[in-house]
Each structure stands twice: as structure tokens, then as C-alpha cells.
């Protein structure tokens, strides 16, 4: 009859409507799945990195503001890229005034003028090789640039590797292994040799 070809018509129409709006819904899902939720997780990675990081740097000022008296320096070597660098910035702005030892002249006379004009803090630089032989001229020339200076944080950044490190030791040459030697155990002991006696004097250092 018509009534009931009217009702089957209807049905039909509810179930056409309702496989429609359950591709629509499976669409949805997976532009939510694919597009929205990593964008939104991304976001609260970065959020949250933010804040550890944050908290991480408010921490190490805290951890610092001891050793922050009035002429008081910080002493950073390797400081002319990479983590030297980024402490020497963090020292400018906790209060320290700071040296930077490293080899290039160019890179830390750009980061002293940045530090000054961001800080106005004090910030020498002197350019040294912690590789070279010469290690007595070495030193001699640091301890002078460093003989007024009331020294209460030194970093022992500086450090190296065989420029082909993945080759075998025993293709390494004597040279070679002597430069790594001195610029990562011989400048930790020399620098520290030199600024601790102050430290221990004025009963401050880090």
C-alpha cells in the first residue's frame, strides 16, 4: 500500500541521513586525530618545556645569588659558542661581571658588546688556544688578565675532540691526542688551580 511504501521511503531516507552524518563523524575524527590533536599536543609540549625552562633558569639564578657580591666576576672558558656562551649570558644576567677565554677574538668581542649593553655587567674577553703546547705561555697569560679580579664562579667549559673522531685509536696521531688531552684535562686542572686559592681566601666560589 502507499502508506507503507511511504514508511519504508522514510526509513530509508533516516538510515541514508544517518550512514551520512557517520562518515561525517569518522571524517571529523580523523582531521581531529590527525591534524588538531598533534597540533595540540605540540602546543603543550612547548608550553610546558617553556615553563621547565623557566623554572630551570630561576633555580640556577637562586642557586647563584650567593656568590653574586659587588665585584664579583665569573670566569667561562670555551665561551665564544654553545653552552660557554649560554652561560656566559646567564652569569650577565644574574649579576655577574664575566671573562671569556676562548680562541676566537671576533665571536667574544660580539658577545662582550651584546653582554654590556644587555646587562651592564663588566665583560672581558681574552683570546687563547687551550690546544696549543705552549702551556706554561698559555696560563701565564690568563693568570695576568685574571690577577685583579675577585673570582668567585669559574665554568670549565672548554673541551674537544679528534677531529675524525670515529676513527681507530691507533690510527690517531700523537699530536692529535696530546691537543684533546690539554684542552680537556689539563685546561680543568690548570684554570682550577688558579682560582680556587681565591676562592678558598675569600671563602666564596663555585
Known amino acids: 500500500s502507499f502508506l507503507s511504501m511511504f514508511s519504508w521511503a522514510c526509513w530509508l531516507l533516516v538510515a541514508i541521513g544517518f550512514c551520512q552524518c557517520a562518515s561525517w563523524l569518522v571524517s571529523y575524527g580523523r582531521w581531529l586525530h590527525f591534524s588538531v590533536w598533534p597540533a595540540l599536543k605540540l602546543r603543550w609540549r612547548t608550553w610546558q618545556q617553556r615553563n621547565n625552562e623557566e623554572a630551570d633558569v630561576e633555580s640556577v639564578r637562586v642557586a647563584l645569588a650567593p656568590f653574586v657580591k659587588e665585584g664579583a666576576w665569573a670566569v667561562v672558558t670555551g665561551a665564544s659558542d654553545g653552552i660557554g656562551k649560554g652561560f656566559v649570558y646567564e652569569l650577565a644576567a644574574a649579576g655577574f661581571n664575566v671573562v671569556l677565554l676562548a680562541r676566537t677574538a671576533s665571536k667574544m668581542h660580539e658577545i662582550a658588546t651584546e ?17 696549543s703546547a705552549d702551556t706554561e705561555d698559555v696560563y701565564a697569560r690568563i693568570e695576568q688578565e685574571l690577577r685583579d679580579l675577585n673570582i668567585t664562579v669559574l665554568v670549565n667549559n672548554v ?24 684542552v680537556n684535562v689539563v685546561s680543568l686542572v690548570s684554570m682550577t688551580h688558579m682560582c680556587l686559592p681565591r ?8
Open 199 to 206: 676562592m678558598r681566601a675569600a671563602r666564596c666560589g663555585l
Open 115 to 131: 653582554v654590556r649593553q644587555a646587562y651592564g655587567t663588566q665583560c672581558r674577553f681574552l683570546s687563547v688556544d687551550f690546544t
Open 159 to 182: 673541551g674537544g675532540a679528534f677531529e675524525h673522531y670515529m676513527t681507530d685509536f691507533i690510527d690517531v696521531p700523537v699530536a692529535a691526542t696530546d691537543a684533546v688531552f690539554r
